[in-house]
């Protein structure tokens, strides 16, 4: 492989630069990805063509020097595959066709074959390893159970997430018991990008942050913990688990690879926090992009001082990239991060 940084990193092994991608790196923010888009017609037919999904995978790799590659796909594509139905609906976002309240709702649902219901992800996974050509690592990713659980109980994306916690408190056994089968798809979907071609998966927790604490290590953390025993280390696993700082010892010590932070902590507390078990992920807010060149230089300086030199860090935005950010300032902050590294 050309570039293994992130890979270094992961492992926690020196590198000649501090590795930087982004979250949401393909999308909106880039004109070619729009006439991409345009010419899906949809966000879902974008998905599920692996031609289109893998060129929207590979267009940030031509513009900026990031040191991996991800996945263009979406957390629902798994729920959808399990038969609720999903469509994007312009304006609002994803809705689904039937949602989960009562145990024969669960029974409903199907373990789907990642090789037959979501062969568009493993084809999109397949074409992008080959393009790649061992260029930079694939990352790979699924959403937690907790989190695609309250999109499956809600039926879309929620404000106050009302009907899920309403299960939570008063059904506890029948939200575990969707979890369970939740995570047992993700298993399998998860392996099935690594015998892909997928070199490093992510689980993003993007609600993880609405529980309480005690309902957070119930009802999202374990489950991901059993995600990444069952990976069983075939490749380094990264958890974006948003707002939970009060868990990040109990999350560094779930068999992750690494913690991926959203930019509501100090990179040095979280650092002292976890000590050397696992490598550190992000987090500048990514609203920073909105700045002038010489504003996002000082900011991302400021934060990679913070962070310090030792090895298994990688730079990252603390949540996904806005639609509105000019694509001028994102090579600003990969230029600004490589030439940190080699001060």
Not at 19 to 42: C, D, H, I, N
Not at 52 to 69: C, G, I, K, N, Y
Request: proline share 6%; net charge neutral.
């Amino acid at each position: 492989m050309n570039n293994q940084r992130l890979l270094q990193a992961l492992y926690r092994q020196p590198v000649d630069k501090i590795p930087v991608w982004f979250m949401r790196q393909a999308g909106r923010y880039l004109p070619e990805y729009q006439a991409t888009r345009k010419q899906a017609g949809s966000f879902i037919k974008l998905c599920k063509t692996p031609e289109l999904a893998a060129e929207v995978s590979l267009q940030p790799l031509r513009r900026f020097s990031v040191d991996a590659a991800i996945l263009f796909s979406d957390i629902l594509v798994l729920p959808d595959a399990m038969g609720l139905g999903l469509e994007v609906v312009e304006t609002v976002g994803p809705r689904f066709a039937r949602t989960i309240s009562s145990s024969h709702d669960i029974q409903q649902l199907v373990i789907p074959d990642p090789e037959q219901e979501l062969r568009y992800v493993m084809e999109t996974v397949r074409l992008l390893r080959a393009e790649l050509n061992n260029q930079v690592p694939l990352i790979g990713f699924a959403g937690s159970p907790w989190t695609v659980a309250t999109y499956m109980v809600e039926g879309q994306t929620s404000k106050g997430f009302n009907i899920v916690k309403k299960m939570l408190y008063r059904e506890p056994e029948l939200l575990h018991a969707l979890l369970k089968k939740i995570t047992e798809a993700t298993i399998l979907y998860l392996q099935a990008q690594i015998e892909a071609g997928a070199q490093v998966i992510m689980i993003f927790d993007t609600w993880g942050g609405i529980l309480q604490p005690l309902s957070y290590q119930a009802f999202s953390l374990t489950y991901m913990q059993t995600i990444i025993k069952k990976l069983n280390n075939k490749v380094p696993t990264i958890i974006y688990s948003k707002q939970t700082h009060g868990a990040l010892e109990k999350i560094a010590d779930s068999g992750c690879s690494a913690i991926g932070l959203d930019w509501t902590i100090e990179l040095k507390e979280a650092k002292a926090r976890v000590q050397h078990k696992v490598a550190l992920q992000g987090n500048l807010d990514p609203a920073v992009l909105y700045a002038s060149p010489e504003q996002i230089r000082m900011q991302i300086t400021k934060l990679l001082t913070e962070i310090g030199s030792e090895p298994g860090y990688i730079f990252n935005v603390g949540h996904g990239l806005m639609p509105d950010i000019n694509p001028e300032h994102v090579n600003v902050a990969v230029e600004t991060v490589h030439a940190f590294s080699v001060l």
